[in-house]
């Protein structure tokens, strides 16, 4: 199959259930890849300091499950010494062990207000924050080149917060070691666009597709398992593979609680992403 149909621990870890748990269920689910998140309930996946024997266990635990591990996420990218210095290590980390695409996002363009409200920062810091993560991009983007690895910027709001403006984004860092991790869920919620046609934007430019789904119209906090929502995610994955796509369409998301039903979603999504791969496969190979 040209997709990798891959499955994140996010949804174990919002349970507060270990990365072994994790894996277990995934690879119960019928997937033959992980993403995996920076933090777990047990640690961190790369430990402060860790040796080359220590990524060893670690590639060696997902591989024992039968997985494999091509993506990761970071997390919100923002111009700190700190970011900065965790970005590098995750990178080299990362790319120890075989993970070639990390899922990056900008800074939150809101504040909260005395009222508990978000509104939208002042211009000035906003427009500061912005230009604060491109210099830690451009800072880290020629780390990631050579070291074989690919930083994917998710749309999150803010920075590529939808199609035309992580096109925008891709064009402004112009690097070879910088994609696009398309997330069709947050298009919908966080922009009220429909990602069937947004991701036309960015289709050539799309290395990693997040299959998270959506419900209802802007800002309604109903996401589920992928099959159930509103978004056409064989649709999307079409117009991806027709502009050159091939990599992971991820299962970030289902909104349960507890191992077992976290474990049946998990299994129903992978036959849902499954067949729309499969029906996609199907029509780029008659066409």
């Not at 689910?29 to 933090?39: H, I, L, P």
């Not at 590098?88 to 363009?109: L, T």
């Not at 991806?240 to 909104?255: I, M, Q």
Request: aromatic fraction near 8%; charge should be negative.
């Amino acid at each position: 199959m040209r997709f990798q149909i891959t499955c994140s621990t996010i949804p174990y870890s919002r349970d507060e259930l270990p990365l072994a748990r994790a894996l277990a269920g995934i690879a119960a689910a019928g997937y033959g890849f992980v993403s995996v998140t920076r933090e777990h309930p047990d640690g961190p996946l790369f430990k402060p300091g860790a040796t080359h024997s220590d990524l060893d266990a670690l590639r060696d635990t997902i591989s024992s499950h039968g997985l494999q591990c091509r993506h990761a996420y970071f997390g919100q990218v923002v111009d700190s010494p700190d970011v900065i210095e965790g970005l590098d290590a995750y990178i080299e980390s990362c790319a120890y062990v075989g993970i070639k695409q990390i899922c990056v996002w900008g800074p939150w363009p809101f504040e909260a207000s005395p009222d508990g409200r978000e509104i939208p920062k002042a211009s000035d810091a906003w427009d500061k924050e912005v230009e604060g993560f491109f210099t830690v991009m451009r800072r880290v983007l020629p780390d990631a080149e050579n070291a074989g690895v690919e930083l994917g910027l998710k749309p999150h709001r803010g920075v590529g917060r939808a199609g035309e403006s992580l096109r925008e984004t891709h064009q402004k860092l112009g690097s070879p070691a910088f994609g696009i991790c398309y997330d069709a869920g947050n298009v919908h919620f966080y922009e009220g666009l429909d990602p069937k046609t947004d991701v036309k934007h960015v289709a050539d430019l799309t290395t990693s597709f997040i299959a998270k789904e959506h419900v209802g119209g802007q800002g309604n906090p109903v996401f589920g398992t992928p099959g159930d929502g509103d978004l056409d995610l064989e649709s999307i994955l079409m117009s991806l593979a027709k502009g050159g796509f091939a990599g992971p369409v991820v299962n970030e998301r289902v909104d349960v609680l507890g191992a077992d039903n976290i474990d049946y979603e998990n299994r129903r999504a992978f036959a849902h992403l499954e067949s729309i791969c499969k029906a996609v496969e199907r029509h780029t190979d008659e066409g």
